[in-house]
């Protein structure tokens, strides 16, 4: 399985973006955002299960939604109201298998929120 992600980029505090992780190879029961900021562990984001069914970091809980196009094979993680402490590199991952571990892991994305 690959994972490619796409979206990221420089947004000033206050605006939107739209991530997108497509997955090649076969089809996902269930995606999951983490992310990752300078000189910091990595943290979960969201996760979406095949039914959609999602759950959300209490940090970007009413800002952040995952959603999927299972005929796709993608998953999407809309960022509203984005805060520079939400700048980190993103990666999407695939088939979940516990909280933090996953059985595949996307190349990452940059994410820049200036103030």
């Known amino acids: 399985v690959q994972l490619q992600a796409s979206g990221g980029g420089l947004v000033q505090a206050g605006g939107s973006l739209r991530l997108s992780c497509t997955a090649s190879?076969?089809?996902?029961?269930?995606y999951g955002w983490f992310r990752q900021a300078m000189g910091k562990e990595r943290e979960f984001v969201a996760v979406i299960s095949w039914s959609a069914s999602t759950n959300y970091a209490d940090s970007v809980k009413g800002r952040f939604t995952i959603s999927r196009d299972n005929a796709k094979n993608t998953v999407y993680l809309q960022m509203n109201s984005l805060k520079p402490e939400d700048t980190a590199v993103y990666y999407c991952?695939?088939?979940?298998?516990?909280?933090?571990?996953?059985?595949?892991w996307g190349q990452g994305t940059q994410v820049t929120v200036s103030s």
């Open positions: 190879g076969r089809t996902i029961s269930s």
């Open positions: 991952a695939a088939q979940r298998i516990t909280s933090t571990l996953y059985g595949y």
